[in-house]
């Protein structure tokens, strides 16, 4: 199976911005069209998506959870609440040392896989809840845990084209697990970060070209002018070679035509899951033809790996900061001379 991960990166461009921050309408906090989230006298209420949903207050904090999306793991992490989690899937695909510890233990249970879920012991851990990005494929599954009276609460945070929205919430985690205060630092810290180093981003005069992504099959999949991705070059004071485009999701496009963008880029980033020029070329040999290829830098995500796992994937959801701190190293590299990039690593 190709690295799932990134099989899921290029599904969440294709399905896929100015800096805003969390407000409220009427007494709703706003975190984003997608998301926003009320509590009154007796309800703790969010609406995520097409998705409402109700939680008595009496029911919170939220003490056992079963997590089916490693992607949401970035939130507990940064909450240091990965001892509320009883059940995860593919723990093969988790970075996070400790919940990885706590499977092979036994006290967190696999629970399965994105092929097939076993409900029957999902059911038998009795969770106060379970929170996964929705699939409408597992529908009937999801109908069957309803009807076995368990609450799955839906958060499609990949959606987010905005990275410190993505970032944003954590405040929702923070008010399901009782850790309202430790969400509102965390935010603050990541946002506070973020602008700093949008500025200090902003001070360098020269712009370098970016390309992005790779081939999937017979396609590049470019993320869109409007996307999560776009934003986070624009905010590390470069210029995306697609910038100009108006979606926010990924245009696929065919090599020739990418080969044609790119014949003036300078870094090539975000190149899947390799560990090497050869590596990728092995794949696709045209590569070699492209300019960035032969003079330019290219980087792929493979900063923070195990296994099948990556923490860009994790952490990085919610430390948008530390992913833009990256790209500005990459790009203006004398800006912080002595960091070490987090999630990105060089091609050689």
């Known amino acids: 199976m190709k690295n799932y991960f990134f099989a899921l990166f290029s599904l969440f461009f294709i399905f896929s911005c100015k800096k805003n921050t969390p407000s409220t309408s ?33 029911d919170l904090p939220l003490k056992k959870i079963i997590l089916l999306n490693s992607s949401l793991l970035g939130y507990f992490e940064a909450l240091n609440a990965e001892n509320l989690i009883v059940g995860v899937s593919s723990p093969e695909y988790i970075f996070n040392e400790k919940i990885r510890n706590l499977v092979k233990s036994g006290a967190i249970k696999n629970v399965g896989d994105e092929q097939k879920y076993d409900i029957e012991k999902i059911i038998s851990l009795k969770p106060d809840a379970i929170v996964t990005n929705y699939v409408p494929n597992f529908e009937n599954t999801y109908e069957l845990l309803r009807k076995n009276h368990i609450k799955i609460l839906f958060f499609d945070e990949y959606l987010e084209q905005n990275p410190l929205k993505k970032s944003a919430y954590i405040k929702v985690f923070g008010q399901l697990l009782g850790k309202q205060k430790e969400s509102e630092n965390v935010f603050e810290t990541v946002k506070n970060n973020y602008e700093t180093l949008i500025k200090m981003a902003a001070k360098i005069n020269n712009k370098p070209n970016v390309l992005a992504n790779e081939m999937y099959g017979n396609q590049w999949f470019l993320p869109g002018g409007k996307s999560n991705f776009a934003q986070l070059i624009t905010d590390a004071n470069a210029h995306y070679i697609f910038g100009n485009n108006g979606e926010s999701k ?53 900063g923070k790996i195990r296994g099948q796992s990556n923490d860009y994937f994790e952490s990085g959801v919610v430390r948008a900061d530390l992913v833009l701190k990256d790209y500005i190293k990459i790009f203006h590299p004398k800006l912080f001379p002595k960091y070490q990039l987090t999630y990105m690593k060089k091609l050689r």
């Open 26 to 58: 009427g007494n709703w906090v706003v975190i984003s069209q997608n998301l926003k989230y009320q509590k009154d006298k007796d309800y703790f209420n969010i609406k995520s998506g097409k998705f409402s949903f109700k939680i008595k207050n009496a």
């Open 250 to 302: 990924a245009i696929p496009l065919s090599f020739e035509e990418v080969f044609v963008k790119s014949k003036n880029a300078d870094y090539w980033v975000n190149v899947g899951n390799h560990l090497s020029k050869n590596e990728l070329l092995q794949i696709n040999a045209s590569y070699a033809k492209m300019k960035v290829f032969k003079n330019g830098e290219m980087y792929s995500i493979t």
